[in-house]
T-cell receptor, first 115, second 110 residues
Framework: DAGVTQSPTHLIKTRGQHVTLRCSPI?????VSWYQQVLGQGPQFIFQ???????GRGNFPDRFSARQFPNYSSELNVNALLLGDSALYLC??????????????FGPGTRLTVL | GESVGLHLPTLSVQEGDNSIINCAYS??????FIWYKQESGKGPQFIID?????DKRQGQRVTVLLNKTVKHLSLQIAATQPGDSAVYFC?????????FGAGTILRVKS
């Protein structure tokens, strides 16, 4: 079975542009979480979605938004890109939502570079 | 505030030796802790977890110890192998999100 998949693997954008990152969870998993990992640091929580509803939001500006589709895949959108948005964006899926106590499986991430 | 930190940013060990990676956490109300391994170019990989009602849990070659009195977590890797070289993160569960530490680089010398 395929694990969590993310696309694209790498992306280069310029300041002010918009980006959309995509994630497909493990088959049967209903929850998707997004994390930002800046080089040299641990992942930082951005969003959690469960059954197409936002269940949690981290300390990120409104430029960051996400949604989950009926097939449980998810998109992360970032508007008005800043240099500081350059990072590895990780998607994690879990069977259920509401508690991170449910084991989360991470995808390989999308490496975003903002020039 | 939210913080899970590590005492040692880089750890070098000889192949075959045991490794110990330490982590301090800040939220005394956290009830679930996880260790992840992250290799270059990959996402974090689950290693082992422990709930707050336990103080020790063992897996295959790995042991996690939890000391709630001093809010300290450690990961012990027995007979460290070159394939164990990676960045190791501890994370604690805050409701429906994971709070990660900065990470420890483990280098295994052959």
């Amino acid at each position: 079975d395929a694990g969590v998949t993310q696309s694209p693997t790498h992306l280069i954008k310029t300041r002010g542009q918009h980006v959309t990152l995509r994630c497909s969870p493990i088959s049967g998993h209903k929850s998707v979480s997004w994390y930002q990992q800046v080089l040299g640091q641990g992942p930082q929580f951005i969003f959690q979605y469960y059954e197409k509803e936002e269940r949690g939001r981290g300390n990120f500006p409104d430029r960051f938004s996400a949604r989950q589709f009926p097939n449980y895949s998810s998109e992360l959108n970032v508007n008005a890109l800043l240099l500081g948005d350059s990072a590895l964006y990780l998607c994690a899926s879990s069977l259920e939502g509401g508690r991170a106590i449910d084991e989360q499986f991470f995808g390989p991430g999308t490496r975003l570079t903002v020039l | 505030g939210e913080s899970v930190g590590l005492h040692l940013p880089t750890l070098s060990v000889q192949e075959g030796d045991n490794s110990i990676i330490n982590c301090a956490y800040s939220n005394s109300a956290s009830d679930y802790f996880i260790w992840y391994k992250q290799e270059s170019g990959k996402g974090p990989q689950f290693i082992i977890d422990i709930r707050s009602n336990m103080d020790k849990r063992q897996g295959q070659r790995v042991t996690v110890l939890l000391n709630k009195t001093v809010k300290h977590l450690s990961l012990q890797i027995a007979a460290t192998q070159p394939g164990d070289s990676a960045v190791y993160f501890c994370a604690e569960s805050w409701g429906n999100k994971l709070v990660f530490g900065a990470g420890t680089i483990l280098r295994v010398k052959s």
